[in-house]
């Protein structure tokens, strides 16, 4: 079985990075996976940092972050696999809620039906990376073991 997801209201919206669920990492809080993704880009420069958090659109910061891809930081691509998986543990781990939605999932494939990214989704293709749907059905296995 597959579950496919890409927008927060859809019927399984709640894996996507736009779902809005409050959760902390590093001692703030966020409204959702997308803004503390994007902004970790520019934890180097704090006026960036700054103005992705007063985004109130997780559209509108990854818009900002792609205007000011020549600020990110250095490391971005050796790094942005486990922002992710960071942000994603934080938001799961933190709502029994959340968890034991994933966890009812199952064994079922995870595929987020992005058409534009090949990286995170699984693009236009259908033949992606698909990576955010691997770093949630990796989290889904812990959080089984751990409960």
């Given at each position: ?5 890409f927008k927060p209201e859809g019927p399984s919206g709640f894996l996507s ?88 999932t199952g064994d079922a494939t995870l595929e ?36």
């Amino acid at each position: 079985m597959i579950i496919q997801f890409f927008k927060p209201e859809g019927p399984s919206g709640f894996l996507s990075n736009y779902f809005r669920w409050p959760f902390v990492l590093e001692c703030r809080r966020w409204e959702n996976v997308e803004h503390c993704y994007q902004a970790a880009k520019f934890v180097h420069d704090p006026v960036r940092f700054t103005a992705i958090c007063r985004h109130a659109d997780p559209d509108a910061a990854k818009g900002f972050a792609r205007e000011h891809r020549a600020a990110w930081r250095p490391d971005w691509d050796r790094v942005k696999v486990a922002v992710m998986q960071g942000a994603l543990r934080a938001k799961f781990g933190q709502s029994a809620l959340l968890t034991q939605a994933l966890i009812a999932t199952g064994d079922a494939t995870l595929e987020e039906a992005s058409p534009y990214d090949a990286f995170w989704g699984i693009g236009s293709s259908g033949n992606g990376e698909n990576q955010l749907g691997r770093l949630l059905m990796e989290l889904r296995a812990e959080l089984r073991r751990d409960t």
